[in-house]
């Protein structure tokens, strides 16, 4: 499987499947990592494990539909056949699923369909959820709302902030994530849509 990534900043998520992959617990190809910001850390990550990354910083473009093309048509060069959104911030078009025509995954801060789009945790919190999470999804056209790979319960301790929550989830992501390409790759995960 030659795995894409597309990631818009820290890219923890993205070091932490290189470290899964680099320690043999899936086998897999990570063929190209872009970014729309230039200083991205997850580019930084990628060049030091020798993976392809590119910048698509939207200045570099007439439109975000021109930005999200150029990154449609690097991915399709780079033969990805399944593509990782690892904090990438932006909402993938209709057009670039079909045109990609690949699964896509995505990681999100709750535990969904609660707390969709940003600031998952302030949400979360807000709302005074005893209990939030992680979701490891397929992307379908709507906003964090593809089938449920896995989903991991993280608690809300009292006196939290957005950051110690964020910091808790954080923990439990790195680890759901790789097992979430594990069974992928391993063909144990079937899409069919809805579920
Ligand atoms: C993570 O919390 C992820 O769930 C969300 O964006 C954040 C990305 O963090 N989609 P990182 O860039 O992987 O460190």
């Known amino acids: 499987m030659k795995i894409g990534v597309l990631a818009s900043g820290r890219g923890s998520n ?19 990592v872009g970014s729309d910001h ?10 030091d494990a020798h993976i392809p990354q590119r910048a698509f910083p939207l200045k570099d473009y007439s439109s975000r539909k021109e930005q999200e093309q150029a990154i449609l048509e690097w991915l399709q060069e780079s033969g990805v056949d399944l593509l990782v959104l690892a904090g990438f911030m932006r909402v993938l078009s209709p057009h670039f699923l079909k045109e990609l025509n690949c699964p896509v995954l995505n990681i999100h801060p709750s535990l969904l369909p609660s707390f969709p789009g940003l600031h ?6 807000e709302y005074g959820v005893k209990v939030s999470g992680c979701t490891v999804h397929f992307v379908d056209e709507g906003l964090d ?6 989903q991991e319960a993280v608690p809300v301790e009292p006196g939290d902030t957005e950051e110690t929550l964020a910091e808790r989830i954080l923990k439990v992501e790195h680890k759901l994530y790789p097992e979430a390409l594990r069974l992928i790759t391993a063909g144990q995960i079937k899409y069919d849509k809805k579920k």
């Open 14 to 32: 993205l070091q932490a499947l290189i470290k899964a992959w680099q320690e043999g617990r899936f086998s897999a190809e990570f063929v190209a």
């Open 38 to 47: 230039a200083d991205a850390m997850a580019l930084k990550r990628a060049e």
């Open 120 to 125: 998952a945790q302030r949400q979360a919190l």
């Open 145 to 150: 709302s593809g089938p449920i790979i896995l």
